[in-house]
């Protein structure tokens, strides 16, 4: 299979044929560099796959092999886990370690990122299984289409229900269900015409009025958000159990009255259940978490001031989600154990060693990412898939107009990029983002009341519009 086959079918490959090597070549179609990251989260991987041809008495005893990635930001440590995650089709959640409190602060606890790793497994399984019933849901929906637009004449009031209960109003029935047959009997023939019609496509523009659900309690204030998270409770679930299901009245063409009745048919041939189990089941076994800014979370020379007075707690809690505990959530309980962690950080003011030394043997694998040189920013403005190059050409394309870069100018934008990241904070990549900005800023502007066919960049036209901004020493003048 070639390298566009690869990238371009990446969650139809068999699992088998997911080796090192060709994860390694799939991530270099989107990060460039970074060969040890690339292979340790390869080999993690495919360990994985390894795991499930165990038996199972061995196979729960296997780990996961954590990753620690260091290195400066805009380097691609956060694309790297989300590209395997993508390639893998694995439930994936990047949290920052700042967002985290000890237990008795104010703020989330360590346990909710396994809740939005498990809301993630849940919208992936929830989309598969809509993609699979979406047959028999607009069948549905066109029979309640037919339904919608064929006319009723208006029904009797029949005798209400708490009567027959108590055997009242026999005669009333039998006469209220000779009118109910008369109201819903419809000429099979009119009926076969209006569904041939609705196939074909003929009726698409015309208008209907169609029944649509809505939530029964949209608009009630309900608890706050970090009181239902704690406990991983859904109160608009509980409640939408008990109270009943609403319907409105809706007036629309039939085009888009099909893809909503479509979908809402599509719901109702989901089983929760099975959803939820197989949700459940991907999270523990298949489930990515990015545990971004690690470092931030490191006490500054061990000192105990308040601003780092719970870091070490956030640490202390952390600690027990990695090696692997149960976690209650609205879908039911959740092992980490075999939930692959990858953290990342910076690590400019404090260094791995830092972390307490139970949290360290949990990252058994640590890569070091490199600074991105010159040839390394180049390579990101024109290899990677939808580049950044290809991205404002395909823009200014919009306008009618052709934007090309020669290659002196490419070379001179990276050259820019890499001084400037060498002489004042390194971003990393994400230096092209503001020097492509400013660098075309003026074409952006202008380009819809001067329109032009071909708009060539050079390199004189790069040190002109770039050369004053790279020279400028004044650093807030570079802060994103």
Same mark, same amino acid.
């Not at 995650?85 to 370690?97: D, I, W, Y």
């Not at 189990?277 to 971004?292: H, M, R, S």
């Not at 979370?297 to 719970?310: C, E, L, N, Q, T």
């Not at 100018?409 to 400037?420: C, F, H, N, Q, Y």
């Given at each position: 299979?070639?390298?566009m086959?690869?990238a371009?079918k990446?969650a139809?490959?068999?699992p088998?044929s997911?080796?090192?090597?060709?994860?390694?070549?799939?991530?270099d179609?989107?990060?460039?560099?970074?060969?040890k990251?690339k292979?340790?989260?390869?080999?993690?991987?495919?360990?994985r796959?390894?795991?499930?041809?165990l038996p199972a008495?061995?196979?729960?005893?296997?780990?996961p092999?954590?990753?620690?990635? /260091? *290195?400066?930001t =805009?380097?691609g440590?956060?694309?790297?886990a $989300?590209? !395997?995650?993508?390639?893998?089709? +694995?439930?994936?959640v990047?949290?920052?370690?700042t967002k985290?409190?000890? /237990? *008795?602060?104010? =703020?989330?606890?360590v346990?909710?990122?396994? $809740?939005? !790793?498990v809301?993630?497994?849940? +919208?992936?399984?929830?989309?598969?299984?809509?993609?699979?019933?979406?047959?028999?849901?607009?069948?549905?929906?066109?029979?309640?289409?037919?339904?919608?637009?064929l006319?009723?004449?208006?029904?009797?009031?029949?005798?209400?229900?708490?009567?027959?209960?108590f055997?009242?109003?026999?005669?009333?029935?039998?006469?209220?269900e000779?009118?109910?047959s008369e109201?819903?009997l419809?000429?099979?023939a009119t009926?076969?015409?209006?569904?041939?019609?609705?196939?074909?496509?003929?009726?698409?523009d015309?208008?209907?009025?169609?029944?649509?659900?809505?939530?029964?309690i949209?608009?009630?204030?309900?608890?706050g958000?970090?009181?239902?998270?704690?406990?991983?409770?859904n109160l608009?679930?509980v409640?939408?159990?008990?109270?009943?299901?609403?319907?409105?009245?809706?007036?629309?063409k039939?085009?888009?009255?099909?893809?909503?009745?479509?979908?809402?048919?599509?719901?109702?041939?989901?089983?929760?259940?099975?959803?939820?189990?197989?949700?459940?089941?991907?999270?523990q076994?298949?489930?990515i978490?990015?545990l971004?800014?690690?470092?931030?979370?490191?006490?500054?020379g061990?000192?105990?001031?308040?601003?780092?007075?719970?870091r070490?707690g956030v640490?202390?809690?952390?600690l027990?989600?990695?090696?692997?505990?149960?976690?209650?959530?609205?879908?039911?309980?959740?092992?980490?154990?075999h939930?692959?962690?990858?953290?990342?950080g910076?690590f400019?003011?404090?260094?791995?060693?830092?972390l307490?030394p139970?949290l360290?043997?949990?990252?058994?694998?640590?890569?070091?990412?490199?600074?991105?040189?010159?040839?390394n920013?180049?390579?990101?403005?024109t290899?990677?898939?939808?580049?950044l190059?290809?991205q404002?050409?395909?823009?200014?394309a919009?306008?009618?107009?052709?934007?090309r870069f020669?290659?002196d100018a490419?070379?001179?934008?990276?050259v820019?990029?890499?001084?400037?990241?060498?002489e004042?904070?390194d971003?990393?990549?994400?230096?092209?983002h503001?020097?492509?900005?400013?660098?075309?800023?003026?074409?952006?502007?202008?380009?819809?009341d001067?329109?032009?066919?071909?708009?060539?960049?050079?390199?004189?036209?790069?040190?002109?519009?770039?050369?004053?901004?790279?020279?400028?020493r004044?650093?807030?003048?570079?802060?994103?």
């Amino acid at each position: 299979m070639s390298e566009m086959n690869l990238a371009g079918k990446a969650a139809e490959l068999p699992p088998d044929s997911l080796t090192p090597s060709r994860v390694v070549e799939y991530l270099d179609r989107y990060i460039v560099g970074q060969e040890k990251a690339k292979r340790a989260v390869a080999v993690a991987l495919r360990n994985r796959l390894r795991r499930k041809k165990l038996p199972a008495e061995m196979a729960r005893e296997i780990s996961p092999k954590n990753i620690l990635m /260091v *290195g400066p930001t =805009g380097v691609g440590k956060t694309e790297i886990a $989300r590209r !395997l995650a993508s390639l893998v089709q +694995a439930p994936f959640v990047k949290v920052e370690a700042t967002k985290f409190t000890e /237990v *008795g602060y104010v =703020g989330r606890d360590v346990e909710s990122m396994v $809740r939005d !790793l498990v809301e993630s497994a849940v +919208a992936m399984v929830r989309k598969r299984m809509l993609s699979d019933v979406q047959e028999p849901a607009r069948q549905r929906a066109e029979q309640r289409l037919v339904d919608a637009m064929l006319p009723r004449s208006d029904r009797r009031i029949s005798v209400p229900d708490i009567m027959r209960v108590f055997g009242g109003g026999g005669e009333a029935q039998d006469s209220d269900e000779d009118h109910r047959s008369e109201d819903v009997l419809r000429s099979e023939a009119t009926r076969g015409k209006f569904l041939t019609m609705l196939k074909e496509g003929r009726l698409e523009d015309r208008e209907v009025d169609v029944d649509v659900s809505e939530s029964s309690i949209v608009g009630i204030p309900l608890l706050g958000a970090s009181g239902m998270d704690s406990m991983g409770i859904n109160l608009s679930e509980v409640l939408g159990g008990m109270l009943p299901k609403k319907s409105k009245k809706r007036r629309m063409k039939v085009s888009e009255a099909r893809r909503v009745l479509t979908a809402e048919e599509a719901e109702k041939l989901i089983d929760t259940e099975a959803l939820s189990q197989e949700a459940l089941e991907k999270t523990q076994e298949d489930g990515i978490v990015f545990l971004d800014e690690i470092d931030k979370i490191v006490a500054k020379g061990g000192g105990s001031s308040s601003p780092d007075v719970s870091r070490e707690g956030v640490q202390r809690d952390l600690l027990p989600i990695v090696e692997g505990s149960s976690v209650q959530t609205r879908y039911g309980l959740v092992k980490t154990d075999h939930i692959l962690f990858i953290a990342a950080g910076a690590f400019s003011g404090v260094k791995p060693s830092d972390l307490i030394p139970e949290l360290q043997g949990r990252f058994p694998i640590r890569v070091e990412l490199q600074p991105l040189s010159w040839e390394n920013l180049r390579q990101i403005l024109t290899e990677p898939e939808n580049s950044l190059l290809k991205q404002y050409a395909a823009l200014i394309a919009t306008e009618g107009t052709t934007l090309r870069f020669s290659e002196d100018a490419i070379r001179e934008i990276a050259v820019l990029a890499s001084k400037m990241n060498a002489e004042m904070e390194d971003i990393g990549a994400r230096r092209l983002h503001t020097m492509l900005e400013q660098l075309l800023e003026e074409i952006s502007f202008s380009v819809c009341d001067e329109p032009k066919e071909v708009i060539d960049i050079d390199e004189n036209f790069v040190r002109n519009r770039l050369n004053c901004l790279a020279e400028n020493r004044d650093i807030r003048r570079y802060l994103l």
